[in-house]
């Protein structure tokens, strides 16, 4: 599902923070009962790092998701984005990546490498504060 930017925000994106404030704000908007979901979303860039898109890939449990790269790649693709960046929240309030988001993550930047694509980051958020956890 396409998630609209913000309406106060710069499409132009220049480091992990644009990109975390503008993903909190989008999880702000949700009920305090489905933000205690994990929310997984891929944003996809043109060449001057403009957002073309927010997808919302899936939303999990209260500490999970399951992906495939295809799922999260496959809007990318049609869109011709050349880079992405993905975005993930705990709801636990918790920042450190787990072994899976990190395995998601180098499995991502090999998808994306066949496909010609670049994974510039991957960020964790919370309400209050984010991690970037790649590269």
């Given at each position: 599902?396409t998630v ?9 994106v ?14 702000l ?21 403009d ?7 899936t ?77």
């Amino acid at each position: 599902m396409t998630v609209r930017l913000p309406k106060d925000e710069n499409k132009n994106v220049s480091e992990a923070g644009d990109i975390a404030r503008i993903m909190q704000k989008v999880l702000l908007r949700q009920n305090k009962h489905h933000r205690a979901k994990e929310y997984f979303w891929t944003i996809g860039l043109n060449r001057a790092n403009d957002i073309e898109y927010i997808e919302l890939v899936t939303i999990g449990t209260q500490n999970r998701n399951i992906l495939a790269p295809a799922e999260v790649l496959s809007l990318a693709v049609s869109k011709k984005c050349l880079k992405i960046i993905c975005c993930h929240n705990h709801p636990s309030g918790n920042l450190v990546a787990s072994e899976a988001d990190i395995a998601l993550t180098e499995n991502l930047a090999k998808a994306a490498v066949i496909l010609g694509m670049e994974l510039l980051d991957h960020i964790i958020i919370t309400e209050e504060d984010f991690v970037s956890i790649w590269p």
